[in-house]
């Protein structure tokens, strides 16, 4: 064909156009080549990852007990070295990212990063930090440390995330790390078989962690870890009580000057008012109340008593940790929350809570309302005040009569009111400093019972039990003794 246009057999036959689409037709060939082993190779990594590390001849028998009859390795030689060479940096950044996707595109590449870089100590892995610490290291968290000194047990595998039957008697921290490198080899994850208390809490938490999660149960180290965080001005998330819980429309994440209902929450919150923190920690809890047919804390029998020290070992005197009450679900419930807490604060996420109550204004009211009072059983003698703050109020009125009137249990028009009268005196009234009240000679009523105590109990001297009867007589004796209790650790 030539007339009008090109001679097409002239130009297929031209040198310079055969070397062209020879070219074209060689970098197909070769881009199509190095997909294919991109992909490939991919894939190879992808079996890598899930190709099994136990094999059917590592299964051992089980004893009466349910535990192994022989000892089980903590981890299989490959994910020891699957682990080592991910956190060497021998890991396709690729692979990673496409793990994280989805958590990727819900906090952004900035929210994700700020997790991939972040340092999160977990205290505690039973029921609830084991769930915590699962959910971190799934979700990207760079640098995880855990720190427990206890070991599995079969009763806990009604509620630790990963443990099995093969891992009974072997520490938790490893249980969990031996799971959570064959999820997330990259993640550099510190087993620490040992206990957190106040004279190696400088060690165990050093490196500038971004968060702290609290998930221990037992009162006295949980108080000392959030005292140790709150001072230093360490970000942490404290786990509150899940024994006795079964509503999961009942937990709530807020200030731990909301939390109530539970008793590991009420203990910790007194104690760490009696060190001065009253509010800046934010805490997972249920306000799920107690009713007839729901379970409830087992007391100890006399053989626990023999064992000694029982007051220790539990969230209250005379109760051990082990005979809470717990739902398997219910722990994993609240380590999920504080998870996705800690994950959402870290990257940023916006978050919004229900603002926790605010009752200043009304404990410095009953202030005002008790120095009132004082002053008048003194011939009203001016510029008394008292021996107590608004803060020591606030105690009194939260902690000791848990907001409610030791008379009826109303919680509405409270006052504080001297509970005896001030000891006679033959002539003129008491002084400024003269007999001041005390934390524990106080009581709350609603203002009407404290109008009728002034002038029954406080001016004409009738006794208590005449005019409010002996069940209210025990009530205060009942808060006082609790009060003693606690007292030691103001």
Known sequence: MTSGGLDLSNVLSSHKVQLVL??????????????????????????????????????????????????????????????????????????????????????GDEGLQKVRDAYVVVVGCGGVGSWAATMLVRSGVGKIKLVDFDQVTLSSLNRHAVATLADVGTPKVMALRKHLEQVAPWVEIDATNELWNKENGERLLAGNPTYIVDAIDNIE?????????????????????????SDPTRVNIGDISES???????????????????????VVYSIEKPGPGKATLLPLDQEEYEK?????????????????????????????????????????????????????????????????????????????????????????VEEVFKGKSVVSGYSTRLLLTRWQPLPHRDEGHWGLDEQRVQIDEVVLMTKEEAKKHEKEVLIERKSVEEVWGQEVVDRVNKRRAEEAVYAKFR
């Open 22 to 107: 020879t070219a074209v037709a060689s970098g197909v060939v070769v881009g199509s080549s190095i997909l294919a082993f991109q992909s490939a190779r991919h894939q190879e990594k992808l079996k890598d990852i899930k190709r099994p590390n136990r094999r059917k001849s590592d299964a051992t028998a089980l004893t009466e007990f349910g535990a192994p009859a022989t000892p089980s390795k903590l981890q299989t030689e490959p994910d020891v070295e699957l682990a080592a060479k991910a956190r060497r940096g021998d890991w396709d950044e690729d692979l990673i990212l496409e793990q994280l996707a989805r958590n990727r595109v819900f906090l």
């Open 221 to 245: 180290t949980k108080v000392d870890l959030l005292h140790f965080c709150h001072s230093r001005g360490i970000p942490v998330i404290s786990s509150m009580g899940a024994g006795c819980k």
């Open 260 to 282: 109530d209902e539970d008793p590991l929450s009420r203990s910790t919150r007194r104690r760490l008012r009696q060190k001065g923190v009253t509010t800046g920690i934010k």
């Open 308 to 396: 000694g020290k029982v007051d220790e070992l539990g969230v209250l005197p005379s109760f051990r940790a082990r005979i809470l009450p717990v739902l398997g679900t219910m722990p994993g419930l609240f380590g999920l929350c504080v998870a996705n807490e800690v994950l959402c604060e870290i990257a940023n996420y916006p978050m919004e809570h229900s603002l926790g109550k605010n009752r200043t204004k009304l404990y410095q009211d009953i202030e005002a309302k008790l120095a009132g009072l004082e002053s008048r059983l003194r011939g009203n003698v001016a510029g008394l005040r008292l021996a107590m703050t608004a803060d020591d109020i606030g105690y009194i």
